[in-house]
């Protein structure tokens, strides 16, 4: 069990995910700019993740600035 407090969020879980989305989305960007094919699906894939990427940030913002009550 995760004590609440030393997390300092109501919901430490909702935190840890966010967080985990910012990393994946971020090394799925990487992945496709190090792989350079710039064929229109590898361009949807990085518009896709790097839309996925200001959501995810967002989120965190959000999160921070209510501390995390509204992912409850």
Known sequence: MVNNMAWDVNNPKGRIASISS???WSMFIV???IKGD???FPILLFVLFTLLLVLSIIRIIQEWKEGG???E
Do not use: D, G, R, S
């Open 22 to 24: 910012t990393i994946l």
């Open 31 to 33: 992945f496709l700019i």
């Open 38 to 40: 710039w064929t229109i």
């Open 69 to 71: 009550v509204w992912l």
